[in-house]
Nanobody, 126 residues
Framework: QVQLVESGGGLVQPGGSLRLSCAASGRTISTYAMGWFRQAPGKEREIVAAISCSSIVTYYKDSVKGRFTISRDNAKKTVYLQMNSMKPEDTAVYYC???????????????????WGQGTQVTVSS
């Protein structure tokens, strides 16, 4: 069992930066692929970025490539999402998610993830 808690959301101006953190408790996360998703009002929850267990493989949604960076520190049981050059369309609730135990491939389908945090609001506005 893994419990996830996101932090670091808030209000930022266009062009600004935020760093989201996802702290896990319970099992070590080293044997779980991890992902960041987001959900804007009236829209489906979508993948933003995903990372394999060993950080060798990462995935990014096209619209965030070159602006966002996912990383993980397995010793600290924490996953990060560094968001730079932010745009109003990045406004959403951001969720951290863990795949099932022992599944290390970075996946993009939200249905594949077993554990979810409560989400943190990110608002990009001037």
């Amino acid at each position: 069992q893994v419990q996830l808690v996101e932090s670091g959301g808030g209000l930022v101006q266009p062009g600004g930066s935020l760093r989201l953190s996802c702290a896990a408790s319970g099992r070590t996360i080293s044997t779980y692929a991890m992902g960041w998703f987001r959900q804007a009002p009236g829209k489906e929850r979508e993948i933003v970025a995903a990372i394999s267990c060993s950080s060798i493989v990462t995935y990014y949604k096209d619209s965030v490539k070159g602006r966002f960076t996912i990383s993980r520190d397995n010793a600290k049981k924490t996953v990060y999402l560094q968001m730079n050059s932010m745009k109003p369309e990045d406004t959403a609730v951001y969720y951290c998610a863990a795949d099932r135990l022992g599944r290390c491939v970075a996946r993009t389908d939200k249905e594949e993830y077993a554990y979810w945090g409560q989400g943190t609001q990110v608002t990009v506005s001037s």
